[in-house]
C-alpha cells in the first residue's frame, strides 16, 4: 500500500511540475487549440502576457477582475453612446443629435447657421432648445469621439444631413458603415480617414449613397487592396470624388490577374 | 473559399499530429531494436497491463471521481459528464459555449463534445456559404439571425480569449436580394410585411427601381424583388467555428476526437393519467469510439445532445428514435437527413461589382461575390426527383451547365461570360418534414435533447440556438427567445411550421 501511495504522490508531483513549466513557457495546451488556426505565426509572447497567463490560470479572481474592467470600459462606452430618446421626443430629431454630438465631444452645424455649435463650459448644448426644433441639422463633426455603432441611432434620422466627418474615430467599423444607408437620399461628403477598424468589406456598403460627392479615405490601414477598391468605388458611385486612396496601387504591383489569384 | 479550407484542413491536420499523447506503449517500442533492453520492452509490457489493472483498482477504490495518476491516452473522454454534446459543429460548439457561459459557478457543469472528424472534411458548417438574412417567413427564424447579428456584431464581447487577437468573422454587409415573379409576389409582400414588424430593415423594389439599382440585372420575369439593407450578407463559417471553439475550450469545455457509436440506456414504464403505459428511455452511457482502434470509452453522462448535423438522424436511431417494431412515438424516425447541396466558383471578368448582393433568383438559383476579383459563388437546389446520391461528396458539373448557369445568364446578363473555377458540395441537414430547426428534448428518451435539421439556414442561427438549448438545460425554458414552435410536439402533432424561405 505504502507503494502505491509513493506512486501517486509522486506522479502527481511530476504533472504538477510538468503543468508549471508548460505555463510558463508555452500557453496551457489543453485549453488552447490556437495552433488550429495559426500556426505560421510562431506564438511569440511577451513575458507580461506569459505571467497573466499564469496567473489567469491559477487564479480565478485575475480573471475576473481582467473581464470586469473591460466589462466596465463597454458599459460606459455603452452609456456614452445611449440613444437619446427623451430628447428626442421633447425637441425633435435634430437637438437630439445635437446633444449626441457635442456630448461625445464632436461639433454640429444647423441649417442656415454660419456658425458651428461646440460644448459648452457645462458640456452641454449651449443654443436655446426649442428655437432649434424645426431646424435641419446639416453637418456633424465627430473627428475622434468614441462614437460606436450603437449611438449611430442618434444620426440615422437626420434627413437633411449633408456632411459627415468621422475621420479617427476608434469605434467606427464595417457595422457602422452599413448603417449610413438611411442617410443615402441627402449625405453629400464623408470622411472615414483614420478609422482604423474599417476595412474593404464596409466601403462596399456605401453604394447606397447616391448623392455622395467627396469621400475621404486617407490611412486605412485594414484595406487589402487600396487599389482595387477604389476603382470599384467609382465604378458604382461615378459622381464622387474619392480622397486618400487612388489606384497607383494596382499598377504597382498587384496586377489584376494576382488579385484575382489571391480571390480564389 | 477553398484557400482558407484547404489551409485550415492542413493546419488541423499538423496540429493533431503535433498533439498525439506518447504512450508507455511507444516507449515500449522505441526500444525493441537494442538487444540488451529486450529484457526491459517485457517489463514495460507488462507495466501497461499492471497499470491498467492498477487504475481499475483505483477506480472501485474511488467512486465518483475520475481522477487517475496516469493519463493512458489523453484523447480519451473524460469517464463522467454532465452534458455529452454528439457533433463539434458549430451547433455543437455554440451550444458548448452558452452552457459555459450561462453556468453559475465555475466548473460548475462538466461539458464533453464529442468530434467523429478532427478535419472537418464533410461538416456542413465548413462547407456551407455563410449567408446570414432576416428574409423569413416565420418570426422565429427572423429574431433567431437577428441575434446572431448582435452576437456577431459584438463577437469580441463574447468569445474573445486573453492573449489572442480579436475575432473578424470577415462579415460582408451586401444584403440579400430576393426576386419574385408574377406568382410569388404577393407571398414576397406579406413575408416583407412579417419582417417589417419584426424589425428587420427590408425594403420591397418594383422592377423599374430594381434597374435602377442593379443596372446589371435584367428584370424580366420579375414581378417584385425584396431587398435586406442591413444585417444581412455573409460571413467567414470557420471563423465563427473556431472562435466558438477555442472560447468554450479555454472555459473549460472537453474536447474529444471520437465517434458514438451508441448509447447504454435504461428504460422505465410509467401511466398517463388516462391509464396509457409508457415506456420512458433515458440514456446512461454515450459509447465513443476511439479513431483508428479498437478502444472505446463509455461516458456516463445525465444529458446528451444531438447536434450531429446531417446525421443526427442516426445518432437519433442509436438511442431507440424510429424503432419499426413498436407502437408508440419512438416508431417515429427523427425526420432529417443528409441532402447534397453543390456550389460553384466562378470566375466572370465583367460581373457586377461592389453592390452585388446575396441574389436569390425567383428560378431558385443564387449567386454572390467572393472577394474584389471578380469572383463569385453560385449554386441551387435542385428539385425533388432530382435530389442526388448522398453516399459521396462527389461534385457534379453538369448540374451547373444545365441548370444553374441558364438561370444566373439569363438573370445577370454580364454572366454570360464566365469561367467556372472550382465547386465543393456539403450537406444540408435536411429536415424532410417542415425544413426547419428541430429544438428541444425529445418526449420519450428524456435527456436527449435535439439541435438539428436547419435545412441550409443553421450557420446562421447557431449562437441563437446555442443560447436557446443552453437555457432549456439550465434554467429549464426559454428565457429570451421562445422556440416552442420549433420543438418536437411539431412533428406528432403533424402540424408543420412552413417557411417560405427556403434556398
Ligand atoms: C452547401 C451548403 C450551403 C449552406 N449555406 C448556408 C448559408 O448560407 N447560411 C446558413 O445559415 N447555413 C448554410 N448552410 C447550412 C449550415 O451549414 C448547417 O445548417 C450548419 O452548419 C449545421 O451545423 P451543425 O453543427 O449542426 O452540423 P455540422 O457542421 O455538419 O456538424 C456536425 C458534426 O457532427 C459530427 N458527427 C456526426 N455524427 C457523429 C457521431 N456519430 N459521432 C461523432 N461526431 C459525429 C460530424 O462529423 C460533424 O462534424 C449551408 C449548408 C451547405 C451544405
Redesign the interface.
Known amino acids: 500500500l505504502i507503494s ?1 501511495k509513493l ?2 504522490k509522486f ?2 508531483l511530476v ?1 504538477v511540475c510538468r503543468q508549471a513549466s508548460v505555463h510558463l513557457w508555452q ?1 496551457a ?1 489543453w ?9 505560421d505565426r510562431a506564438p511569440r ?1 511577451s513575458f507580461r ?1 506569459r505571467v ?2 499564469l496567473l ?1 490560470n491559477r487564479f ?1 479572481d485575475i ?1 475576473y477582475l ?1 473581464n470586469r474592467s473591460q ?1 466596465l470600459r ?1 458599459w460606459s462606452l455603452r452609456r456614452k453612446n445611449a440613444f437619446h430618446g427623451y430628447t428626442r421626443e421633447r425637441y425633435g430629431d435634430n437637438v437630439a443629435a445635437a446633444c449626441y454630438i457635442l456630448n461625445l465631444g464632436g461639433g454640429i452645424r444647423f441649417s442656415g447657421e454660419r456658425e458651428w455649435f461646440w460644448k459648452n463650459q457645462l458640456g452641454k448644448f449651449g443654443g436655446d432648445l426649442n428655437h432649434f426644433r424645426e431646424i435641419p441639422v446639416e453637418e456633424v463633426d465627430a473627428k475622434g469621439t468614441p462614437i460606436t ?1 450603437d449611438g449611430l441611432n442618434n444620426l440615422t434620422l437626420l434627413s437633411s444631413l449633408r456632411t459627415l466627418d468621422l475621420s479617427n474615430c476608434p469605434h467606427v467599423d ?2 457602422c ?3 449610413l ?1 438611411t442617410l443615402s437620399e441627402s449625405l453629400e461628403e464623408l470622411s472615414l480617414s483614420g478609422c482604423k477598424k474599417v476595412s ?6 456605401l ?2 449613397l447616391k448623392k455622395l460627392k467627396k469621400l475621404e479615405l486617407f490611412d486605412l490601414p485594414h484595406i487589402s ?1 487600396p487599389g ?2 477604389c476603382i ?2 467609382e ?2 458611385m461615378p459622381e464622387c470624388e474619392i480622397l486618400g486612396i487612388d489606384y497607383s496601387d494596382v499598377l504597382k504591383g498587384n496586377s ?1 490577374e494576382e ?6 | 473559399m477553398a484557400a482558407w479550407r484547404r489551409t485550415a484542413f492542413r493546419l488541423l491536420t499538423a496540429c493533431l499530429f503535433r498533439r498525439n499523447p506518447v504512450s508507455l506503449g511507444r516507449c515500449a517500442r522505441g526500444f525493441t531494436s537494442s538487444k540488451a533492453l529486450r529484457k526491459g520492452n517485457d517489463f514495460f509490457k507488462d507495466l501497461e497491463s499492471e497499470m491498467k489493472k492498477f487504475h481499475e483498482k483505483l477506480v472501485t477504490a474511488l467512486p465518483g471521481s475520475d481522477w487517475t495518476p496516469i493519463h493512458r491516452n489523453l484523447n480519451l473522454p473524460p469517464e463522467r459528464a454532465d452534458i455529452v454534446i454528439v457533433g463539434g459543429g458549430v451547433m455543437g460548439w455554440a451550444i458548448a459555449y452558452w452552457l459555459k457561459k450561462k453556468e453559475r459557478i465555475r466548473d460548475g457543469v462538466r461539458v464533453v463534445v464529442v468530434e467523429r472528424d478532427p478535419t472537418y472534411t464533410q461538416a456542413s458548417t465548413v462547407l456551407s456559404v455563410g449567408g446570414i438574412r432576416q428574409q423569413f417567413s416565420m418570426p422565429e427564424n427572423i429574431h433567431m439571425s437577428l441575434f446572431s447579428c448582435y452576437f456577431l456584431r459584438n463577437i469580441n464581447e463574447y468569445l474573445s480569449v486573453m492573449n489572442e487577437d480579436p475575432i473578424d468573422v470577415q462579415f460582408n454587409h451586401a444584403g440579400y436580394l430576393f426576386l419574385a415573379s408574377e406568382n410569388g409576389a404577393q407571398v414576397m409582400e406579406e413575408n416583407y410585411h412579417i419582417q417589417r414588424r419584426e424589425g428587420a430593415s427590408v425594403v420591397l423594389l418594383s422592377p423599374e427601381q430594381l434597374k435602377k439599382k442593379f443596372p446589371w440585372i435584367n428584370t424580366e420575369g420579375v414581378a417584385l424583388a425584396s431587398y435586406g439593407l442591413e444585417n444581412e450578407g455573409w460571413f467567414d463559417p470557420w471563423i465563427l467555428l473556431n472562435a466558438f471553439r477555442k472560447k468554450a475550450i479555454s472555459m473549460g469545455v472537453y474536447q474529444c476526437f471520437g465517434d458514438v457509436t451508441g448509447f447504454k440506456t435504461s428504460s422505465r414504464e410509467m401511466v398517463t393519467a388516462s391509464g396509457e403505459k409508457v415506456d420512458f428511455k433515458r440514456i446512461r452511457h454515450v459509447i465513443v469510439q476511439m479513431p483508428n482502434s479498437t478502444e472505446y470509452q463509455p461516458v456516463e453522462c445525465a444529458l446528451v445532445v444531438n447536434a450531429a448535423g446531417a446525421w443526427s438522424g442516426n445518432v437519433a436511431q442509436m438511442a431507440g428514435i424510429g424503432d419499426d417494431s413498436r407502437d408508440d412515438i419512438l416508431s417515429m424516425p427523427v425526420p432529417v437527413e443528409p441532402r447534397k447541396r453543390y456550389v460553384y466558383v466562378f470566375h466572370s471578368p465583367e460581373g457586377p461589382g461592389l453592390d452585388m448582393p446575396f441574389l436569390i433568383d425567383n428560378s431558385g438559383a443564387y449567386a454572390r461575390r467572393e472577394g474584389l476579383g471578380g469572383n463569385y459563388l453560385g449554386g441551387q437546389s435542385p428539385t425533388e426527383d432530382g435530389e442526388p446520391e448522398v453516399s459521396n461528396l462527389e461534385v457534379n458539373y453538369d448540374f451547373f451547365t444545365e441548370n444553374v448557369w441558364p438561370n444566373l445568364a439569363n438573370r445577370i446578363p454580364s454572366f454570360q461570360n464566365l469561367k467556372v473555377k472550382s465547386a465543393w458540395a456539403g450537406y444540408y441537414d435536411y429536415n424532410t418534414f417542415d425544413q426547419n430547426g428541430i429544438l428541444g428534448i425529445h418526449p420519450l428518451v428524456n435527456n436527449l435533447y435535439f439541435a438539428t435539421g436547419f435545412s441550409g439556414h443553421g450557420i446562421q442561427q447557431a449562437p441563437a440556438v446555442g443560447r436557446a438549448i443552453a437555457e432549456l438545460i439550465l434554467d429549464g425554458n426559454f428565457q429570451t427567445l421562445d422556440l416552442t414552435n420549433l420543438g418536437f410536439k411539431r412533428l406528432f402533432v403533424g402540424e408543420k411550421m412552413l417557411e417560405r424561405n427556403i434556398v
Request: charged content about 20%; aromatic content about 8%; proline content about 4%.
Open positions: 502505491v506512486i501517486v506522479t502527481f504533472q500557453r495546451p485549453r488552447d487549440c490556437t495552433s488550429a488556426t495559426r500556426p509572447i502576457t497573466l497567463q489567469y480565478y480573471e481582467v466589462s463597454n455603432y464595417d457595422w458603415l452599413s448603417r444607408h474593404d468589406k464596409g466601403l462596399a456598403t453604394h447606397h487592396n482595387l477598391v470599384l468605388l465604378e458604382v489584376l488579385i484575382n489569384k489571391q480571390h480564389s
